[in-house]
């Protein structure tokens, strides 16, 4: 079977939640996810195996991530 997750961005309303925020929250650790094993990791792979491409730039939302974590 596939699963499809439609994230479409934050919610921002004129007042915000504590529950809004935990959903915008997980929507930052789902990219964060998906930033990492699609190009992090994809384009290390590549460079290990000496594979020749396109450096894709991408924002990386770590810091973001680890703020809000802590």
């Known amino acids: 079977s ?3 997750l439609d994230i479409f961005g934050f919610e921002d ?3 915000n939640s504590f529950e ?3 959903i915008n929250f997980a929507n930052e650790r789902l990219q964060h996810y ?3 094993h699609i190009f992090k990791l994809e384009q290390e792979e590549y460079r290990t ?3 020749s491409w396109h450096n894709i730039d ?3 939302n770590t810091c973001c991530i680890n703020l ?3």
């Open 2 to 4: 596939i699963g499809v």
């Open 34 to 36: 998906f930033n990492q």
């Open 49 to 51: 195996e000496g594979i």
């Open 20 to 22: 809004q925020f935990c």
């Open 13 to 15: 309303y004129e007042n």
């Open 58 to 60: 991408y924002i990386d």
């Open 68 to 70: 809000i974590s802590k």
